[in-house]
T-cell receptor, first 117, second 112 residues
Framework: AQSVTQLGSHVSVSEGALVLLRCNYS??????LFWYVQYPNQGLQLLLK??????LVKGINGFEAEFKKSETSFHLTKPSAHMSDAAEYFC???????????????FGKGTKLSVKP | KAGVTQTPRYLIKTRGQQVTLSCSPI?????VSWYQQTPGQGLQFLFE???????NKGNFPGRFSGRQFSNSRSEMNVSTLELGDSALYLC???????????FGSGTRLTVV
């Protein structure tokens, strides 16, 4: 069964510092990969999506992620953290057993990002 | 353009009761998925519907069921509630099953 591993349940950075959130997936077949963000008491917002068109994916709010097949990784980065980036971030992969449908996602456990002034 | 609307936002039920949660997708969206979010298990897939047909189902007991209506609105039902069913239930919709999914704000269910 596929799985998604997010290294670090909590990450703290200073405002203006680089944000790096790590995600590794278990599938040998490049699936669809996603990063979502969740603010307190809200649903999930799609940050970016990898669909094999390009290995470097740019998303909203200055975030980007690079797909590395050899490392089965899809780490999320942002060059300069802002206070408004404080939230929980989830990496997800579409389940290949369901014909590539993106309606069935397997999520990582999430990483809470804190941004210090 | 209205987003995905989930009602109610908060719900408190007693163990053994049943509950129905509602999801109104973005207008024109035909695909609806449901997820359960708990601190212990994280986000887990429940069901996926497309044009009134259940296409996929996650690994949940039969007490969890759902349906989708002709206007794409969806409901999920949980019967014989258990304390462990306390969670945030999220609904997401998309125009097709290959597009990005937009999530609602969720229904927070507390079972006492």
């Amino acid at each position: 069964a596929q799985s998604v591993t997010q290294l670090g349940s909590h990450v703290s950075v200073s405002e203006g510092a680089l944000v790096l959130l790590r995600c590794n997936y278990s599938s040998s077949v490049p699936p669809y990969l996603f990063w979502y963000v969740q603010y307190p008491n809200q649903g999930l917002q799609l940050l970016l999506k990898y669909t094999s068109a390009a290995t470097l994916v740019k998303g909203i709010n200055g975030f980007e992620a690079e797909f590395k097949k050899s490392e089965t990784s899809f780490h999320l980065t942002k060059p300069s953290a802002h206070m408004s980036d404080a939230a929980e971030y989830f990496c997800a992969v579409s389940d290949e057993n369901y014909g590539g449908s993106q309606g069935n996602l397997i999520f990582g456990k999430g990483t809470k990002l804190s941004v210090k002034p | 353009k209205a987003g995905v609307t989930q009602t109610p936002r908060y719900l408190i039920k007693t163990r053994g009761q049943q509950v129905t949660l509602s999801c109104s997708p973005i207008s024109g969206h035909r695909s609806v998925s449901w997820y359960q979010q708990t601190p212990g298990q994280g986000l887990q897939f429940l069901f996926e519907y497309f044009s009134e047909t259940q296409r996929n189902k996650g690994n949940f007991p039969g007490r969890f069921s759902g349906r989708q209506f002709s206007n794409s609105r969806s409901e999920m039902n949980v019967s014989t509630l258990e304390l462990g069913d306390s969670a945030l239930y999220l609904c997401a919709s998309s125009l097709t099953d290959s597009g990005g999914y937009t999530f609602g704000s969720g229904t927070r269910l507390t079972v006492v």
